[in-house]
Structures are given as structure tokens and as C-alpha cells.
T-cell receptor, first 113, second 114 residues
Framework: DGGITQSPKYLFRKEGQNVTLSCEQNLNHDAMYWYRQDPGQGLRLIYYSQIVNDFQKGDIAEGYSVSREKKESFPLTVTSAQKNPTAFYLC????????????FGPGTRLTVT | AQSVAQPEDQVNVAEGNPLTVKCTYSVSGNPYLFWYVQYPNRGLQFLLKYITGDNLVKGSYGFEAEFNKSQTSFHLKKPSALVSDSALYFCAVRSNSGNTPLVFGKGTRLSVIA
């Protein structure tokens, strides 16, 4: 988990509220990613960014938004439009290029009631 | 399109016995293959990767994986399992062509029984 921080570890929100999950890395990595993990479904890609001020939708981007204003930071906003937001969210980063492995943060568990 | 299959949701093995966690993949072009491990309520930790060269790749904690191009497989192995190896294991793939991100399998839960 070293080098990538996610905060908070646990987050509770009421339905209808937007919530922003933090992800910061000090690895000088160009690329950053957000995944959602649900039991039995593995990791599903929400958004990714390969360079500052640019990002692409992943497989399940609906109801989420991101920004990449700084190389070190890639916050994820879970909007009220996301129908089933309760999940474990993982942020990752990697050096640019296809050969590099991704390094993951410790995750944020979001519960919406 | 890229995809990864981990055919076993759960693998049980006795401590000291060899373990295998299976992974097959589908990509256009040549694959870059990765294995990760996840302990409860934690992020994923990188174990090993295959990029090119020797088909047998050695990684962290005594794990290794064998790339088999004809069978499109990349099975994770360890000669002697430890109880502390019990965790969730993910295989991931990306193609060496294009610019697509990693695609992960659904994970295999390994239980090592003392």
C-alpha cells in the first residue's frame, strides 16, 4: 500500500448525497485508476487517467465523476445518480506504459443508507 | 477485447502441499500478465508479472507463475503452501498493442488449512 493513500478508510453517507473519495500518490506515477470491488465480481474499472488534465471512462463510469488537476491526486466523486454506491473503492497508480504494474491504495469502504 | 477467467472461486489446500491458482486469458496481440494478492479489507499487492522472455516467472513470497501461450494460461503456483497465504488472488491482463488498462479476473479465494 505504500506510496498511495486513500481517505477515509470508512465512509458513511445518506442516500441522495454526493461524496468525494480522496486518492493521493507520491510515486511520481503518470497514470491513476479507480476501481470498484463488490463480492464475487472482482475489480471493475470506473475511471482512469494517464496524464494530468485528462481522463477516460472505464466500464462502469455512470454515476461517478473524477478530476486530475495535479499529478499526485485523483479524487473520485460518487454522485446521487449512482444507483448502488455501497462498495469498496480502490485507487491505483502506475508508471506510464503497458509493462508497469499497478500499485494500489488501502481502499475506502463506502456505505450509503 | 481483453478478458481474464479464473475458473475457481475457491481453492483449498493443506499447509505444506503445493498450490495452484488457475488463470486463462484472451487478448489481441501479445499479453502482459500480472498476479495480485488481497488480504481482508486491504488493497491489492503485486506478486509477479510476465512481460516477455522466460515462461516461468518468480515473484514475491515464494510464488511463481508459468506462462503458456498455446493454452493461453498463466497459473500461479507455490511449492509449499503456508496458512498465511490464505487470501484473495487476482489475475490481470493487458495487450501489448493499443492503450487499454488492465483487465482483472473475478478473483480466487485461497484457503490453506493447517
Amino acid at each position: 500500500d505504500g506510496g498511495i493513500t486513500q481517505s477515509p478508510k470508512y465512509l458513511f453517507r445518506k442516500e441522495g448525497q454526493n461524496v468525494t473519495l480522496s486518492c493521493e500518490q507520491n510515486l511520481n506515477h503518470d497514470a491513476m485508476y479507480w476501481y470498484r470491488q463488490d463480492p464475487g465480481q472482482g475489480l471493475r474499472l470506473i475511471y482512469y487517467s494517464q496524464i494530468v488534465n485528462d481522463f477516460q471512462k472505464g466500464d462502469i463510469a455512470e454515476g461517478y465523476s473524477v478530476s486530475r488537476e495535479k499529478k499526485e491526486s485523483f479524487p473520485l466523486t460518487v454522485t446521487s445518480a449512482q444507483k448502488n454506491p455501497t462498495a469498496f473503492y480502490l485507487c491505483a497508480s502506475s508508471i506510464e506504459g503497458k509493462r508497469g504494474e499497478q500499485y494500489f491504495g488501502p481502499g475506502t469502504r463506502l456505505t450509503v443508507t | 477485447a481483453q478478458s481474464v477467467a479464473q475458473p475457481e472461486d475457491q481453492v483449498n489446500v493443506a499447509e505444506g502441499n503445493p498450490l495452484t491458482v488457475k488463470c486463462t486469458y484472451s487478448v489481441s496481440g501479445n499479453p502482459y500478465l500480472f498476479w495480485y494478492v488481497q488480504y481482508p479489507n486491504r488493497g491489492l499487492q503485486f506478486l509477479l508479472k510476465y512481460i516477455t522472455g522466460d515462461n516461468l516467472v518468480k515473484g514475491s513470497y515464494g510464488f511463481e507463475a508459468e506462462f503458456n501461450k498455446s493454452q493461453t494460461s498463466f497459473h500461479l503456483k507455490k511449492p509449499s503452501a503456508l496458512v498465511s497465504d490464505s487470501a484473495l488472488y487476482f489475475c490481470a491482463v493487458r495487450s501489448n498493442s493499443g492503450n487499454t488498462p488492465l483487465v482483472f479476473g473475478k478473483g480466487t479465494r485461497l484457503s490453506v488449512i493447517a
